[in-house]
Each structure stands twice: as structure tokens, then as C-alpha cells.
């Protein structure tokens, strides 16, 4: 390779930075909303209608990139204020807390912003994707750890269709790689976090979220 394209590379490339083999993962945009009640911070959650995607499930309000957004801090604002029927003028985005890389192929962009509301009763809630809304106060994730479980993946290079033939998804003898890769390996354990509260379970990709808040915030 020729010096001047190594110079066209390093200038095409330089200060850029991105995820490598997550192309076709779901990237999603929420938010953390946070809000004042009786004198104490407080996060409201979500829990999803049973019918949609991860019904009954405990969340923030956010959801999948849309290409007509500008970037995830757009996607996560345009879903709070669909979910919780909000006008935009009530949310604040403070910051952007990070970004979480699920196994299971999701990216969720996490922000934090501030409700302007005085108690979640102001909340008209969208019925079609949200059951109800509930509040936890910030202490309480501070004086109460998550309970830790530890899931394992394994990974499975042919599967059997249901009328039981094997089907090959890495032909391993045929590419000539190692033979041991023509059974399911296991990939590095998952760890889950699941804090239990008064109202519900929160556990899952919120709960990770919240962790992160919670080390972010004390740091």
C-alpha cells in the first residue's frame, strides 16, 4: 500500500471512534426521568402494556432510533413525550449518562433529564404503550444493592427445525475450523441486576442503567 493512501486513511479516519460488529444490533434512545416530590429527587418509571413488545416489563420511556430523528438525544425526547404525554417545554435533558451494548444485540443510548412536573398525576400517559407509572426515590437505590444473578450464554452453530433436521449455521468441517466449534460453546456469563421495590421488580437492562446512574452520581 502506497504511503499516500495510508495518509488518505489516517485522515478519513482520525478522531473517529465507533463500535466495531454491531451493525445490525437495535439502537435505542431513553431517558431517565427525574423529577422533585416532598423535597426528595425521584425516578419515574414505566411499566409496558401487556400487548406491545416486553409487555408488563419495567422501563424508561424511550424506544428504537427513528431515521427522521437527528440522533438518540431526539429519539429519547420524541419517545417521552409520546409515552408520557408530555409537552417538550416539561423535559430538560441534562446529560447523556452513556451507552449500554446488550448481548442479546441492543444499543440504548441512556439520558438523563429533569420533568418539570410536581407529582406524576400530571402525567396523561399514552394507554396504547404504557399500563401505569410509578415513582422510586433516588435514596432508595442508594440504601438498597441490587440482588446479583449470573445468566450464561451459550453459543450454538447449528440448531434442530421443527421437524427435527439439523441445521447447520456454521458449516465448521467445510470451512476446515477447529471441530470444536461444531458444538455449542458458552460465551462469558451475563450478570443481572434486580432491585426489588414497593411497586415492582425492576430488573434487566433498567436495572444496569440505574447501577450506572447511581456509581456515576457518587463518583
Do not use: C
Not at 478522531?15 to 429527587?41: S, T, W
Not at 438523563?112 to 398525576?121: Q, R, S
Not at 400517559?125 to 451459550?154: A, Q
Amino acid at each position: 500500500m502506497k504511503k499516500e493512501q495510508l495518509n488518505k486513511i489516517k485522515t478519513v479516519l482520525e478522531g473517529e471512534e465507533r463500535l466495531i460488529g454491531v451493525d445490525g444490533y437495535l439502537q435505542a434512545g431513553v431517558l431517565i426521568p427525574l423529577f422533585e416530590k416532598d423535597g426528595e429527587m425521584r425516578i419515574l418509571f414505566e411499566k409496558r402494556a401487556a400487548d406491545i413488545r416486553q409487555g408488563g416489563e419495567i422501563s424508561f420511556p424511550g424506544g428504537e432510533i427513528d431515521k427522521l430523528d437527528g440522533n438518540p438525544m431526539q429519539t429519547a425526547l420524541r419517545e417521552t413525550t409520546e409515552e408520557l404525554g408530555l409537552p417538550v417545554e416539561k423535559i430538560n435533558v441534562l446529560s447523556k449518562l452513556g451507552v449500554l451494548v446488550s448481548p442479546r444485540g441492543v444499543i440504548v443510548h441512556t439520558y438523563i433529564g429533569e420533568l418539570k412536573i410536581k407529582d406524576e398525576k400530571e402525567i396523561n400517559f399514552s394507554e396504547n404503550e404504557v399500563e401505569k407509572v410509578f415513582n422510586v426515590p433516588v435514596s432508595f437505590f442508594e440504601h438498597n444493592k441490587p440482588d446479583l444473578y449470573e445468566l450464561k450464554f451459550e453459543i450454538h452453530p447449528y440448531y434442530i427445525d421443527d421437524e427435527g433436521k439439523k441445521v447447520e449455521l456454521l458449516p465448521v468441517k467445510e470451512l476446515n475450523l477447529p471441530i470444536k466449534y461444531s458444538k455449542p460453546w458458552t460465551g462469558k456469563g451475563h450478570k443481572v441486576l434486580v432491585y426489588k421495590t414497593e411497586d415492582e421488580v425492576i430488573w434487566g437492562l433498567t436495572a444496569q442503567i440505574i447501577n450506572e446512574f447511581l456509581q456515576r452520581i457518587k463518583s
